[in-house]
């Protein structure tokens, strides 16, 4: 608590007139993560876009997301993991959980409309989509230069895509 009074310019005495604990404080910062990243996807989610092409866009909109906090959500996800408190840990699963669900509604309407492949279990493709993101941004927090996040991407969205998709699905990309 001091070390974070320090580098928001306050004393610890002021930070606790706000939050009474690091406990609060990761309930706070799992909160805001929760609505600025579904703010920043929305415009995907929301479009009158295909199901494919609402992923593929969902799937640019988190890594810029990602990449313009420098990573700082996997950060406090992580550390929500290992703080024993039942409230961050609830707080912080739920976020995953909404996340892989809204994917996974998304595949779900993608396999009615025929162009997503109705054998593809869609919970295990929205978790495989959520752990792509996941391991991208964490790799770029590694070395950027080694993993600059919109190529590796694109690459990795091929790849989802090309597993996902049905093969009249991607002829008609294709031609488009």
Same mark, same amino acid.
Request: hydrophobic share 50%; glycine share 6%; aromatic share 6%.
């Given at each position: 608590?001091? *070390? +974070? ?6 004393? *610890?005495?002021? %930070?606790? !007139? ?5 406990? *609060? ?9 929760? #609505?600025? %990243? &579904?703010?920043?996807?929305? $415009? ?10 609402? %992923? ?6 988190? +890594?810029?997301? =990602? #990449? ?6 996997? /950060?406090?996800?992580?550390? =929500?993991?290992? &703080?024993?408190?039942? $409230? ?19 595949? !779900? ?5 025929? *162009? ?7 919970? =295990? =493709?929205?978790?495989? &989509?959520?752990?792509? /993101? $996941? ?14 996040? $919109? ?26």
């Amino acid at each position: 608590m001091n *070390e +974070l009074a320090g580098r928001v310019g306050v004393t *610890e005495a002021a %930070l606790y !007139k706000h939050v009474k604990n690091k406990d *609060e404080i990761l309930l706070l910062l799992v909160a805001e993560i929760r #609505e600025s %990243l &579904f703010a920043a996807i929305s $415009e995907a989610t929301s479009s009158d876009r295909s199901a494919i092409e609402k %992923l593929g866009h969902m799937l640019q909109l988190h +890594l810029s997301y =990602a #990449e313009a906090r420098r990573g700082v959500s996997f /950060v406090i996800i992580s550390e =929500a993991l290992r &703080f024993g408190v039942p $409230e961050v840990r609830t707080a912080a699963r739920k976020l995953v959980d909404d996340y892989v669900k809204l994917v996974s509604d998304i595949i !779900k309407s993608g396999q009615d409309a025929a *162009e997503m492949d109705r054998s593809a279990d869609s919970e =295990a =493709a929205a978790v495989m &989509f959520f752990g792509m /993101v $996941e391991a991208s941004v964490t790799r770029w927090l590694f070395d950027e230069s080694l993993h600059p996040l $919109e190529e590796k991407g694109a690459a990795m969205w091929r790849l989802f895509k090309a597993g996902i998709q049905t093969d009249t699905a991607a002829a008609r990309t294709v031609q488009v």
